[in-house]
């Protein structure tokens, strides 16, 4: 088979792979109104509507997608992701005058609440005297109404949309629905995948529906490779928007080789190269134009600020060259 077919062939298997995901994965409980909320969202916020308020909009992953072991889940495989990366990234988005569609884990970190503690309700409230009402302790007080202002102002302004979803099912049923709704701003939208998405997974129709049984013996599972979809969004779903993905690694030595990899395969605008015990200290964006370190500095505790300032400034130069084109 020459290259051209070989290629051609992959492409169709890999089209394949992702069809039977979408059909067998079981449909989201909330379609319609997940669905009615992108557009409205989307809608308000646009920029190429010309009602005159328009924002660039971005797409923030954020947290661990779980797989999965019984149809009626009892069990499943999970990862780290706090979710911090991606609760403090949309709040430097938000502050770059960006709309935000926060697609985060269920009960991971969220934008404005990182300061507060994970115990939040029992640690940062206390009782009144007399016990006829409750108050906030002087020592959270500041975090907590900040928290509050900041949140209650996006959503208000509806620049903030937050999307949760569990398990790798929802994930990308959920990331196909906002590329799909997303293709209509062109180099205005911009994806940011930090979530870290489960490269193996068991396919709905042979996962068993009830919880699996220790009577049996030791477990024997295979796990199918989760399709790549990164691709389908450069080619289908969005293929105009400025993509970000992240690439994480516990082994320095093959980090960079791996990103590069990814900004090639997927053709995506940058991918930030991070690892696992440094995350918070560094991070290295590897675009076409070359590598870039960003760290934390130390009158500012998030490397997401520069982080942001770098990618804000890149998706400028993208909008400008692709309305020259
Ligand atoms: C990341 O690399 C994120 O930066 C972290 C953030 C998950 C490390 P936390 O949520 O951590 O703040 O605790 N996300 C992408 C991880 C990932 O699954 N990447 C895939 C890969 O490396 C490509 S999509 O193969």
């Not at 916020?45 to 947290?63: D, E, K, L």
């Not at 516990?250 to 590069?260: G, R």
Request: aromatic letters at 8%; glycine letters at 6%; one cysteine or more.
């Amino acid at each position: 088979m020459d290259s051209a077919k070989g290629s051609q062939a992959q492409c169709e298997s890999l089209h394949t792979d992702i069809e039977s995901f979408f059909q067998t994965a079981p449909p989201l409980k909330d379609h319609f109104d997940t669905s009615r909320k992108l557009r409205e969202f989307i809608q308000q916020n646009s920029p190429t509507t010309g009602n005159g308020i328009g924002r660039r909009i971005v797409c923030v992953t954020s947290g661990g997608t779980t797989v999965p072991l019984e149809q009626r889940c009892v069990r499943y495989i999970d990862n780290f992701s706090s979710g911090h990366r991606g609760a403090a990234s949309t709040e430097y988005f938000l502050k770059a005058g960006y709309a935000v569609i926060f697609l985060h884990r269920r009960g991971t970190c969220q934008p404005y609440c990182r300061s507060l503690p994970e115990d939040s309700l029992l640690e940062c409230l206390e009782l009144k005297e007399g016990e006829s009402s409750i108050q906030v302790r002087e020592s959270y007080s500041e975090d907590v109404k900040g928290a509050i202002r900041h949140n209650h102002e996006a959503i208000k302004e509806g620049i903030l949309l937050k999307l949760p979803f569990t398990s790798i099912f929802e994930y990308l049923q959920i990331l196909r629905m906002v590329a799909t709704s997303m293709n209509s701003l062109g180099p205005y939208g911009m994806f940011y995948l930090a979530a870290a998405v489960s490269d193996f997974y068991v396919p709905w129709e042979t996962m068993a529906e009830h919880k699996i049984q220790s009577a049996s013996g030791p477990l024997d599972m295979r796990l199918a490779q989760v399709p790549k979809m990164l691709i389908m969004m450069r080619k289908e779903w969005a293929p105009v928007a400025f993509c970000i993905s992240f690439k994480l690694e516990t082994d320095t030595n093959i980090l960079l080789e791996k990103a590069d990899m990814a900004l090639k395969k997927y053709k995506m605008n940058m991918v930030v190269a991070n690892e696992l015990s440094t995350r918070k200290e560094e991070v290295i964006v590897v675009a076409n134009s070359g590598r870039i370190t960003v760290r934390r500095d130390k009158t500012n505790s998030d490397v997401e600020n520069p982080l942001i300032k770098l990618i804000v400034d890149r998706h400028s130069t993208y909008i400008e060259e692709s309305a020259k084109n």
